[in-house]
């Protein structure tokens, strides 16, 4: 039962944030009221937000719904559990680089600091 409970909250969650996201988007689409810049703006931050909520589902929710919920349900889960330490250990490195890739002001961060240390050492 606690299980089932957790599976239909994490469901539930992924289903209002996807909701949300949605009229989100839609919302800064049609509106009337907000300047070019603001709207890239604010699509830019709506990206940003979709993808710090896809890398924890795609890493870590997912595999440990797998790894909890297959033996439950008599699905054959061979080698789910390494498979979820290797996503689980990964998890905090991709949910860097997606942020560092999506935000322009990080990306120019992080270009200062590679031609700072490589561009010296020629």
Do not use: N
Not at 57 to 68: A, D, E, N, S
Not at 90 to 113: E, H, K, M, N, T
């Amino acid at each position: 039962l606690t299980l089932i409970a957790f599976d239909i909250f994490i469901i539930s969650s992924f289903t209002t944030a996807l909701s949300l996201g949605a009229l989100t988007y839609a919302h800064i689409k049609q509106t009337k009221k907000m300047s070019e810049q603001t709207r890239r703006l604010e699509l830019k931050l709506l990206i940003a937000v979709v993808a710090q909520t896809v890398v924890p589902l795609i890493f870590v929710y997912i595999p440990y719904f797998c790894c909890l919920s297959f033996p439950f349900l008599r699905i054959p889960a061979v080698r789910i559990g390494e498979i979820c330490t290797l996503l689980i250990a990964c998890f905090p490195a991709w949910d860097a680089v997606i942020v560092i890739g999506l935000i322009p002001d990080y990306q120019r961060g992080i270009s200062g600091i590679v031609k700072r240390r490589f561009g010296s050492a020629t």
